[in-house]
C-alpha cells in the first residue's frame, strides 16, 4: 500500500509516518529527512538546497523528483509513506508517471487538517525545545520561515487537495487530536473500506 501524508508544516506528518513504519513496515520518504541529509553532504546539491530551506521556500521540483526517483526502486517492504512529497502539481504528476513505471499505485492521499495558530505554535515549540534539550534547532523552525512555509503551502501546496479528491484519492482527517488519536483515523482510513479507487 502506498500513501500520501498530505498537509501544512507541523501537521504531524513525519510523526504519524514514523508509527506507520513500526506498525506496518512502510517504507518512509521524507524528502525533507533527504534534503537536509543532501545539505550536511557537502555536495553541490547540498550548498544550492540549504539556502532554500532556511528561507523556508521550495527547492525545485527537479531535485525533489529526482531523490525520489532513486528510492522507488529497490525493495518496496510494506509500501511507501511519502512524507512532505509532493508539495506542488508539478511533482503529483511527476509521482504518478514514477508509480506507473514502477508498477505501483497509490493507495490513500490523507489530508492532515490543523489551524494555523497551532501549527506556528508546535514548530516555534518545537524549536525552543530542542534549545533546551541543549540540541540545535532546525534554522527553519523560526517565526518568519514559518510564515513563508505556511504561504508556500497555501500557494503551492493546498491545490493538490483539489487534485487528490478529483482523483478520488483523498480523505480528510482531524490532525488536532492526540499523537494516538490521529494514529487511529489514519488507520481507520487505511484499513477501512472508504478509499475509492484501491484496486
Ligand atoms: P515541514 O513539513 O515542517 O515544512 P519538511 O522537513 O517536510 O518540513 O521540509 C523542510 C523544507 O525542505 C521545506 O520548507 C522545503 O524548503 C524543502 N522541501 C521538502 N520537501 C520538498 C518538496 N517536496 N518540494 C520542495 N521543497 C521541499
Not at 512524507?83 to 493507495?107: C, H, K, V
Not at 504561504?151 to 501546496?157: P, S
Amino acid at each position: 500500500m502506498n500513501i500520501i501524508l498530505l498537509g501544512p508544516p507541523g501537521a504531524g506528518k513525519g510523526t504519524q509516518a514514523g508509527m506507520l513504519v513500526a506498525d506496518r513496515d512502510m517504507i518512509q520518504l521524507s524528502t525533507g529527512d533527504m534534503l537536509r541529509a543532501a545539505r550536511t553532504s557537502g555536495t553541490e546539491m547540498g550548498k544550492i538546497v540549504a539556502d532554500v530551506m532556511d528561507k523556508g521556500e521550495l527547492v525545485t521540483d527537479e531535485i525533489v523528483i529526482g531523490l525520489i526517483r532513486e528510492q522507488l526502486e529497490g525493495d518496496k517492504k510494506g509500501g511507501f509513506i511519502f512524507d512532505g512529497f509532493p508539495r506542488t502539481l508539478a511533482q503529483a504528476d511527476a509521482l504518478a508517471d514514477l508509480l506507473e513505471e514502477n508498477g505501483e499505485q497509490l493507495d490513500a492521499v490523507i489530508e492532515m487538517q490543523v489551524d494555523d495558530d497551532t501549527l506556528v505554535k508546535r514548530i516555534v515549540g518545537r524549536a525552543a525545545e530542542a534549545v533546551a534539550a541543549g540540541k540545535e534547532a532546525r534554522a527553519d523552525d523560526n517565526e518568519d520561515s514559518v510564515r513563508i512555509r505556511l504561504m508556500e503551502y497555501y500557494k503551492k501546496t493546498a491545490p493538490l487537495i483539489g487534485y487528490y479528491h478529483a482523483k478520488g484519492n483523498l480523505t480528510s482527517i482531524d490532525g488536532l487530536g492526540t499523537m494516538d488519536e490521529v494514529k487511529s483515523a489514519i488507520s481507520a482510513v487505511l484499513n477501512g473500506g472508504d478509499i475509492i479507487g484501491n484496486g
